[in-house]
Antibody, heavy 114, light 112 residues
Framework: QVQLQQSGTELVKPASSVKISCKAS????????MHWIRQQPGNGLEWIGW????????KYNQKFDGKATLTADKSSSTAYMQLSSLTSEDSAVYFC???????WGQGVMVTVSS | DIVMTQTPLSLSVAIGQSASISCKSS???????????LNWVFQSPGQSPKRLIY???KLDSGVPDRFSGTGSETDFTLKISRVEAEDLGVYYC?????????FGAGTKLELK
């Protein structure tokens, strides 16, 4: 069955970077887009962007340009999102979701605090 | 960006009653391939979101037929007949026709 297993909770300092992962199994990783979505505390869902692991193509929500960088490792069927220049505004749960949002990871809570 | 406006933002229902959520988009969601990429996504407390309906009215596997989606162009509705306790949580509409994907603010379905 399709599974998206995300990495664990992160506590990071302001101005630093963090890289979170999403390991896919149960389907052909390279043939499906992987989306990333943010959920700030008590808030709704915001689409960050997608990556197509087959060729590494990416598309970002302009709001996250320069903030998020999406990559994928075909050998391990793992998608990554790096978040840079972190501020308290970036404290949120981050989800990966397979093409057309049909399957979701369990989410990674990122807390930015000194 | 396409704005997705959901109403109501909160809905109190008794178990067994029906519920209806509206979602309006700021422009038509009909894509050039003729399909309309309007999804309904459900999030129960403390859980990951789960897609229930895609392309306006197609139910995902395992979703009870108490759920139905209707609409076209800019106007969409999610209906739940005979609400059950497991249906309580937040429902989001989400458009995937045009980048960036955008979500509605969410409708919280609570027990009356």
């Amino acid at each position: 069955q399709v599974q998206l297993q995300q990495s664990g909770t992160e506590l990071v300092k302001p101005a630093s970077s963090v890289k979170i992962s999403c390991k896919a199994s149960g389907y052909t990783f390279t043939s499906n887009y992987m989306h990333w979505i943010r959920q700030q505390p008590g808030n709704g869902l915001e689409w960050i962007g997608w990556i197509y692991p087959g060729n590494g193509n990416t598309k970002y929500n302009q709001k996250f340009d320069g903030k998020a960088t999406l990559t994928a490792d075909k050998s391990s069927s793992t998608a990554y999102m790096q978040l840079s220049s972190l501020t308290s505004e970036d404290s949120a749960v981050y989800f990966c979701a397979r093409e057309e949002l049909v399957y979701w990871g369990q989410g990674v809570m990122v807390t930015v605090s000194s | 960006d396409i704005v997705m406006t959901q109403t109501p933002l909160s809905l109190s229902v008794a178990i067994g009653q029906s519920a209806s959520i509206s979602c309006k988009s700021s422009q038509s969601l009909k894509y050039s391939d003729g399909k309309t990429y309007l999804n309904w996504v459900f999030q129960s407390p403390g859980q990951s979101p789960k897609r229930l309906i895609y392309q306006v009215s197609k139910l995902d596997s395992g979703v009870p037929d108490r759920f139905s989606g209707t609409g076209s162009e800019t106007d969409f509705t999610l209906k739940i007949s005979r609400v059950e306790a497991e249906d309580l949580g937040v429902y989001y509409c989400c458009q995937g026709s045009y980048s960036p994907y955008t979500f509605g603010a969410g409708t919280k379905l609570e027990l009356k």
